[in-house]
Nanobody, 114 residues
Framework: QVQLVESGGGLVQPGGSLRLSCAAS????????MSWYRQAPGKERELVAR???????NYADSVQGRFTISRDNGKNTVYLQMNSLKPEDTAVYYC????????WGQGTQVTVSS
C-alpha cells in the first residue's frame, strides 16, 4: 500500500519557522520526484517546491529564499523547512510523489498568525 504521511503543521507566529515532514512507503522513494503543494480556502492548489530524484529543486516565486525542500532517501522522507513565515503562507500543505503514477498525502494545516 502506498502511503504518504505528513506531519509538522501547526500554528506559528509571523516571522517564525516550521518544518514539515512527509514519510513515504510502498514505492521506490528514491526514484520519485517529491513535491509540496498548498491550498488556501477559496484558492487553487499551487506548487510550493519540488525536488527531483537527482536532487534538483524548484520553488514558487512566493517562497523563494524562505523555504527549502530536501529529501532523505534512507528514511524515505521529504521535508519542507519554512522560514520567515507570513500570514499569506497559511494553507493546507500536501506532499506528493510522482513518477509513472502520482500519489498524495492527506495534508497538514499550517496557520501563520499572531
Amino acid at each position: 500500500q502506498v502511503q504518504l504521511v505528513e506531519s509538522g503543521g501547526g500554528l506559528v507566529q509571523p516571522g517564525g519557522s516550521l518544518r514539515l515532514s512527509c514519510a513515504a512507503s510502498g514505492f521506490i522513494f528514491s526514484t520519485y520526484f517529491m513535491s509540496w503543494y498548498r491550498q488556501a480556502p477559496g484558492k487553487e492548489r499551487e506548487l510550493v517546491a519540488r525536488i527531483t530524484a537527482g536532487l534538483s529543486t524548484n520553488y514558487a516565486d512566493s517562497v523563494q529564499g524562505r523555504f527549502t525542500i530536501s529529501r532523505d532517501n534512507g528514511k524515505n522522507t521529504v521535508y519542507l523547512q519554512m522560514n520567515s513565515l507570513k500570514p499569506e503562507d497559511t494553507a493546507v500543505y500536501y506532499c506528493s510523489a510522482s513518477a509513472l503514477r502520482t500519489y498524495w498525502g492527506q495534508g497538514t494545516q499550517v496557520t501563520v498568525s499572531s
